[in-house]
């Protein structure tokens, strides 16, 4: 059943000169935003990553199901090792990468398309941008959520968030919001479920982020729990407007 995401609407009303549209297959949803409309071109990229991942788990159903590191060989499909190599940098499963896996693979293809591309799938986000952009944090129930916004500089980002407290995401903590910037999204959502997983009471927020800032590759993060935050990196933070 379709659940829709109100969210997204945020998208639309800072974005006028683009194009958006929802693509989805199975459990895979996506929200995109271009120049032009390309759900025909999108819906076949997603269905292609979808089913070459959903092959390897049958052929290797480890990768599928362990909460650990999990390395592959070289000759795994290319979002398969992006997706190992995530989970070995955040110390979580493979599929803690996925949903940022799937936006950057599916973005990737729609650049020979349009300069800009935005590709949202459950809060993992993908975004090759030439203007800033202003993306709102959902914190569950904290005082904070739909408060404050990132800016993105225009550039190739992957901002991906991790919550144990809303969405279907697996998540072994208690965070209201943990926030990852990278030029990754596989590694973004990769290590925000792994910090994500420390946070229990807003006491965790300072080794959140100290975890975070030794992890290759990311450039920043927030973190929420309840009223209190926790930022490290290149984060700009503004209101939502």
């Known amino acids: 059943m379709y659940e829709e995401r109100k969210y997204r609407q945020d998208f639309l009303k800072s974005d006028s000169s683009l194009i958006g549209f929802r693509v989805f297959y199975f459990e895979s949803d996506l929200f995109i935003l271009a120049e032009t409309m390309l759900e025909k071109q999108a819906y076949d990229s997603l269905v292609r990553h979808y089913l070459t991942i959903k092959k390897y788990i049958q052929s290797d159903s480890e990768f599928g199901r362990t909460f650990a590191p999990y390395l592959v060989s070289e ?9 190992s190599d995530a989970s070995s940098l955040a110390g979580v499963g493979p599929m803690a990468a996925v949903a940022g896996a799937v936006a950057e693979a599916v973005g990737m293809e729609l650049l020979a398309y349009s300069q800009d591309v935005i590709v949202e799938n ?22 904070l959520s ?13 901002v991906c968030t991790s919550s144990g407290t809303m969405g279907h995401s697996i998540s072994f903590g208690k965070a209201d919001a943990c926030v990852v910037v990278s030029e990754s999204a596989p ?36 973190i929420i729990k309840d009223d209190k935050i926790g930022v490290w990196g290149r984060i700009e933070l503004i209101e939502c407007s």
Do not use: H
Not at 75 to 83: K, V
Not at 126 to 141: D, E, H, R, V, Y
Not at 146 to 158: D, M, S, T, V
Not at 197 to 221: F, H, S, W
């Open 75 to 83: 000759s795994a499909p290319e979002i398969i090792r992006q997706m």
């Open 146 to 158: 739909e408060k404050i916004a990132l800016l993105i500089e225009p550039g190739r980002w992957g």
């Open 187 to 222: 590694l973004s959502d990769a290590v925000a479920t792994g910090i994500g997983n420390i946070i229990q009471t807003y006491k965790d927020i300072p080794e959140g982020l100290r975890c975070v800032q030794g992890i290759d590759g990311v450039l920043g993060a927030v």
């Open 122 to 143: 459950g809060g993992d986000i993908f975004l090759n941008i030439t203007m800033p952009k202003k993306i709102g944090i959902l914190a569950g129930s904290s005082v």
